[in-house]
């Protein structure tokens, strides 16, 4: 009987660990990925790029509280455009959405030792419609 609640905690105690951490970078991926898409697509409809862009971080914030993660959209969100202005007929935006997902249960006094977040980046081209107004 010892022998046997020995071995299942010293096995499953690592798997159970793994789980949490492979969970918790999965729920930034998605968040991450969804995050990156959405944006695109509201800066290339938007009829104003300064309020497109303010649509599109709150579109980032939403995704990420989706899947229980806090960030701060204008931090993780980038955009770059292949023409100027952004808003021209068949531009291209390049959206990417980057972060560290924190690992859990490492405390911080073992940041100098081990890694306690793992980067995460999604990218999304999404082109401006051809027949798009521009204001």
Do not use: K
């Amino acid at each position: 009987m010892v022998e046997f609640l020995g071995t299942s905690l010293v096995l499953l105690v690592p798997l159970v660990y793994l789980v949490l951490v492979l969970g918790q970078l999965q729920a930034g991926a998605f968040a991450a990925e969804a995050a990156a898409r959405e944006s695109g697509r509201i800066l290339a409809r938007a009829d104003d790029l300064v309020l497109g862009r303010a649509q599109a971080v709150a579109a980032v914030e939403l995704a990420f509280a989706d899947q229980g993660l806090a960030v701060d959209g204008a931090g993780v969100l980038s955009v770059a455009c292949d023409r100027d202005p952004c808003r021209t007929p068949g531009a291209r935006m390049h959206v990417t959405v980057a972060l560290e997902v924190d690992l859990p249960l490492v405390p911080d006094v073992l940041g100098g030792v081990i890694p306690t977040a793992v980067p995460v980046r999604a990218d999304h081209v999404a082109v401006v419609d051809r027949f798009a107004q521009v204001p």
